[in-house]
Every structure is written in structure tokens, then in C-alpha cells.
């Protein structure tokens, strides 16, 4: 039997790290195969986990909650036939309805011999009430149905900051335990331990029932480069949370816009600082939740890029096919995007 672990998140909430930990680290000397399921075109984290010897399978089109449901099943049956994994983890987008996800594995279920192994939600601590604010149908649907909540980026947080993170998330979710220990300390027995700690009540993993319920600053050195952000909040995201009057039964599609494409333009350093800096402080390109790109510079070195609302990172990448980029938001202007980038 094949376990199937879930691990989502919003965006830039850190997934595809933790996932490397977990195989590290957790899943060892397991045959597993993940599933990737980028809101957009273009995936750009798979060479991250082919490093570390997973078999990836790349979804791109679209998202698992919504157009996917059936490319997923036949998606899933293929992997199981052609690498018979000992577990599957699926990374699903991170504007995807975990809920749904759960339910699509479930279909899949009763064709093939699988166990739904954990669900676990990575939560990016500083900017949870951000998230839960502006976009809670989504955010909130992710850690209400995990049975396990990982706060990342918990060691650039004060103490009072991560115990108010704790009771905003106990509020969706009571049950799920919350991991705080910060990532570099947090070793492989307590990772278990946490996924373990509610099998008590795992009914919600194979059972038939989910849960109800400023100034900025940048810093440079050794080709790495981060820029951070004090702002309590976005003033500009919509709100989908508990203060629209919206139905919430949105899908991802209905909400979020992509933008991505492949690059065959040799970036200059200050090209790509300015891109980077422009789409993280400035108005004229939508509103950007997640951008992440690997590009090749004029030295012939490649650098790789995040972008979350409020923080940045540019920092050296490997060498890949082609040049990609991907923004995910709403009202993206995609002239504007192609013009910033020479693309």
C-alpha cells in the first residue's frame, strides 16, 4: 500500500523546503514521488527536490481544486502503475482549497491501493493574519483541514508574535498540532512526533468526514540578496476573508491570475535587482502575492528569485533548460510584466 501525504500552504509559505526536510530527514530511505501542482504554466522548484533523487510529476495547467480533478486521478493511477512509490506527496498550489485536494485523493482511493497518510498546512508565521485577512476562504480552508499545522520562518519572529500566531490558528483549528520549533533545530524524531500525536483522531485523514468548522531594508553579500519589508499589511488585496459578504465557495481561478513564461534573456545585475525590487515596492504590475523565477546573468551565472508580499530574496541558482518566471496574483498587467522582464 502507497502512502499519500498532502503538504500545502499559501503561497510562499515555504512547501517545497519543508518537503526537502521531510524526505531528509522523515520519509528516509523511502521510494517516493511527488506531485507538483503549480498555479500557472511554468513550474520552478522541481530541480530543488530532483537534486535530492525524488521523481517528480509536474502539473502546471491549472489547479487540483478546480480544472484537475480528473488529470489528477489519472495523473496519480500513472505514478502508482510506472514507479510503484513506497508514498506520493503531493504539493498541491498554493491558492488550492486543501479540502479539495482530500477529496480528489479520496476518488482516486477506491481504485487504488492507497492510505492518505498526513495533511499537513506550512504556515508562513509573519504572515498569517495578512493572509487570513485578505484571502481567508483560501487560508483558511488550508489550515482548518491539516492534521498538522508547520509554522515556518518562526526564528525571524518574536516570541509574543509566535504564541498570537498559535491562538489565531487554534481558531480555525483546535485539534491539528502546530509545530514552532524554528527549521534548522527541528530535527526528524519531532517532526514524526507531531504527525503522529492525532491518530486518535484520524478520522479526518482516511475516514469520511474532513473538519468543519513603512521602511524597508535590503541587505547584499556573497551574490544573496534580501530585502524585507515593515508593513503590518497589504492595503491593497481584496478581501475574500470574513469581512467580504462574499459567498465562499470561490474557486482559485476565479480569484488569482498567473503570469509565467520562459526567458531566454541574460539579466545584467542591476536588471534583475530592478525587476525584483519593482514588482515588491511599486503598484504598476497588479498585485503580486507570489513571484519566483531562476534566470541566466550576462557572467553566464544563473540567480534564482522569490517574492512574497513584504519580502524578497535573490540568490544563486543552477544552471537550467531556459530562463522561467511565474507571478501569481490579482490584476496582473501582463505587458507591463513582459516589459519589466525583456520578455
Avoid at 219 to 246: K, R, V, Y
Wanted: charged content about 25%; hydrophobic content about 35%; aromatic content about 6%.
Amino acid at each position: 500500500m502507497t502512502k499519500v501525504d498532502i503538504i500545502s500552504g499559501f503561497l510562499g509559505a515555504g512547501k517545497t523546503t519543508f518537503i526537502k526536510k521531510l524526505i531528509g530527514e522523515v520519509f528516509l530511505d523511502e521510494k517516493i514521488v511527488l506531485i507538483e501542482n503549480e498555479f500557472g504554466e511554468i513550474g520552478i522548484d522541481g530541480g530543488f527536490l530532483k537534486d535530492a533523487g525524488v521523481e517528480i510529476t509536474e502539473m502546471n495547467s491549472g489547479c487540483i481544486c478546480c480544472t484537475l480533478v480528473g488529470d489528477f486521478g489519472r495523473a496519480l493511477q500513472k505514478v502508482l502503475k510506472e514507479h510503484t512509490p513506497d508514498r506520493v506527496i503531493i504539493e498541491p498550489s498554493g491558492v488550492g482549497k486543501l479540502s479539495d485536494i482530500v477529496r480528489a485523493v479520496r476518488d482516486v482511493k477506491e481504485e487504488a491501493d492507497i492510505e492518505i497518510g498526513s495533511l499537513i498546512t506550512v504556515v508562513d508565521g509573519r504572515k498569517a493574519g495578512l493572509y487570513l485577512k485578505n484571502f481567508g476562504e483560501f487560508f483558511r480552508n488550508q489550515v482548518e483541514h491539516a492534521s498538522t499545522i508547520v509554522m515556518s520562518r518562526t526564528q525571524m519572529m518574536e516570541d509574543d508574535k509566535i504564541e498570537a500566531c498559535v491562538k489565531m490558528l487554534r481558531r480555525e483549528n483546535a485539534d491539528a498540532p502546530v509545530i514552532t520549533t524554528r527549521w534548522d533545530v527541528l530535527g526528524g524524531n519531532a517532526i514524526q512526533n507531531a504527525l503522529t500525536a492525532q491518530k486518535g483522531q484520524a478520522g479526518l485523514l482516511d475516514g469520511e468526514h474532513l473538519h468543519s468548522h513603512g521602511a524597508h531594508a535590503c541587505s547584499h553579500g556573497h551574490g544573496h540578496h534580501t530585502c524585507s519589508h515593515s508593513h503590518e499589511e497589504h492595503p491593497h488585496l481584496h478581501s475574500h476573508g470574513e469581512n467580504c459578504g462574499c459567498e465562499e465557495h470561490h474557486h482559485a481561478d476565479e480569484v488569482f491570475t498567473s503570469w509565467s513564461c520562459e526567458s531566454a534573456h541574460r539579466y545584467t545585475e542591476e536588471e534583475l535587482d530592478y525587476a525584483v525590487k519593482a514588482l515588491a515596492e511599486t503598484e504598476g504590475y497588479g498585485i503580486v502575492l507570489r513571484a519566483k523565477g531562476i534566470v541566466q546573468m550576462t557572467d553566464g551565472t544563473w540567480r534564482q528569485f522569490d517574492l512574497v508580499p513584504e519580502e524578497c530574496e535573490i540568490r544563486p541558482g543552477q544552471p537550467d533548460y531556459s530562463g522561467r518566471l511565474c507571478v501569481i496574483g490579482t490584476d496582473l498587467r501582463e505587458a507591463e510584466l513582459e516589459k519589466l522582464f525583456h520578455v
